[in-house]
């Protein structure tokens, strides 16, 4: 699109369409008056064209001024409808939850781990069958019967001691007559 020929036209539908050439740095009037004309544009075509730039600038700062006046008249509605800031992010921020949960995305990833949740589940549970039926087993091994004797008869060992008053435990390496030292550290 030609910018000297561009639609300035507020009400126009091509309104804010912008060439890729064009900016959005105000440009100093009083700069452009003394710039020489760029070639190919006569004195009166510059002249033209700047003083179109100084109509556009205004409208700039006009719009600024009423989109300001827009926004506080805003915030004043909301303030006195009870919406405060908080109100309408947490109000966002459930509308954009919202969204996310019924996105076909969220759909299939909530029903991807539902799956992955029952077969691990599964997994678990065989798992801990199988580890239930193997310690069974191994209680009833001759090796864990061995063992269960060796810890019972410790075990009867301390209670009579304890019920004949003494509080000696007989020593590991045999000599039952020796009592342990009272000053052990724990």
């Known amino acids: 699109m030609d910018s000297a020929g561009q639609d300035i036209n507020l009400n126009s539908p091509n309104k804010g369409l912008l060439s890729d050439s064009m900016t959005d740095v105000p440009v100093d009037t009083a700069v452009a008056a003394q710039a020489p004309a760029v070639e190919g544009l006569t004195d009166a075509e510059a002249e ?24 506080r008249h805003c915030g004043e509605l909301k303030r006195r409808l009870g919406l405060s800031t908080l109100e309408g992010l947490k109000q966002n921020l459930s509308r954009g939850w919202h969204d996310v949960q019924v996105s076909n995305a969220y759909k299939k990833t909530q029903e991807t781990l539902s799956q992955a949740g029952q077969k691990t589940s599964a997994a678990l549970s065989t ?8 310690l069974g087993d191994m209680r009833n091994s001759a090796t864990f019967k061995s063992f269960e004797d060796r810890v019972g008869t410790i075990k009867s060992k301390v209670v009579s001691g304890r019920e004949n008053g003494s509080d000696n435990l007989p020593s590991p390496t045999g ?12």
């Open 48 to 71: 033209e064209l700047r003083a179109e730039l100084a109509k556009v600038e205004e409208e700039v700062v006009t719009l600024r001024q009423v989109l300001a006046a827009k926004e």
């Open 127 to 134: 798992m801990g069958s199988a580890i239930s039926r193997k």
């Open 175 to 186: 000599s039952g007559d020796r009592p342990l030292p009272d000053h052990t550290p724990f």
